[in-house]
């Protein structure tokens, strides 16, 4: 299994629900953390080649460039799972199935959350994204813009990527506050370690988050909900980390030779 890195509280969470899982099982998992590097992910599925693994599962950083080493497993006749996030290929055989979250519903979802609960007047909106060209950031967005698509009082005024991590989302908030201060009604961070950094930044420019600023997050981590609580930060999307379960399941039936489908969604909700 080749893990991103660890880049927030739903990737550790991820990270030790898919060892267990593992482990519970019986079945040898070879795990490495790219620390968010494509060219370590490649190099770890290489590796992977080389010592003939059953089956092959990562999740990829990003959508793009994965084709070459891809077909390196497919010519090894070793099965590849997506797990976590999808890819961008011309040929679809170079993977078995994908078992993630839909993303774009997620920002759809904090979208139709911004409309039910913050109204009156325009709202200004703050974007903090994630990875660039990863598959969560590219969806989150564009399934929040979708919702508030032709509703001209919601305006995002100021987009740009924090990397998933807090000490990113804490500096681009940072920025934000500094160019626009008190403007800003509300940051949409597409995930929780971002908005716990950002709500730092917000309490140190002397602003209340949760109220001055409203907080709009996704993954619910623990965190999160602590931040909740504090009446910090005021909803966050669920993403579930706990794919390990399935992976393992599909592992061994991908093995058995058992056809799977091409895209298997988690459940989740707000
Ligand atoms: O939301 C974020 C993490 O790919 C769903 O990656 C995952 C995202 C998750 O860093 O916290």
Request: hydrophobic letters at 40%.
């Amino acid at each position: 299994f080749s893990q991103i890195g660890s880049e927030s509280g739903w990737r550790a969470a991820e990270t030790s629900v898919t060892k267990a899982e593992a482990e519970a099982r019986g079945i040898d998992l070879k795990f490495a953390d790219a620390q968010q590097k494509q060219e370590n992910q490649i190099k770890a599925i290489r590796s992977y080649i080389a010592q003939k693994v059953d089956v092959i599962a990562f999740a990829p950083v990003v959508t793009t460039g994965w084709d070459t080493v891809l077909k390196e497993a497919k010519a090894a006749k070793i099965p590849v799972i997506l797990t976590d996030r999808s890819i961008e290929t011309s040929d679809p055989s170079l993977y078995v199935t994908m078992i993630g979250s839909d993303f774009t519903e997620e920002g759809r979802k904090a979208g139709r959350w911004l409309l039910d609960n913050v109204k009156g007047g325009t709202v200004n909106i703050v974007e903090l994204q994630g990875t660039v060209g990863s598959a969560p950031a590219i969806e989150r967005k564009k399934g929040f813009e979708e919702v508030i698509a032709g509703k001209a009082e919601y305006k995002v005024i100021r987009s740009q990527t924090g990397d998933f991590t807090r000490a990113k989302g804490k500096e681009v908030m940072e920025a934000f506050l500094k160019a626009d201060g008190n403007k800003i009604n509300v940051l949409y961070a597409h995930n929780d370690d971002m908005a716990i950094g950002a709500i730092q930044a917000i309490e140190e420019a002397g602003m209340k988050p949760g109220t001055d600023v409203k907080v709009i997050s996704v993954d619910a981590v623990k965190g999160a909900f602590e931040a909740m609580i504090a009446g910090k930060m005021n909803v966050s999307v669920e993403c579930n980390p706990q794919l390990g379960p399935q992976l393992m399941e599909i592992a061994k039936e991908v093995v058995a030779g058992k056809p799977q489908p091409k895209r298997i969604n988690t459940k989740e909700s707000v």
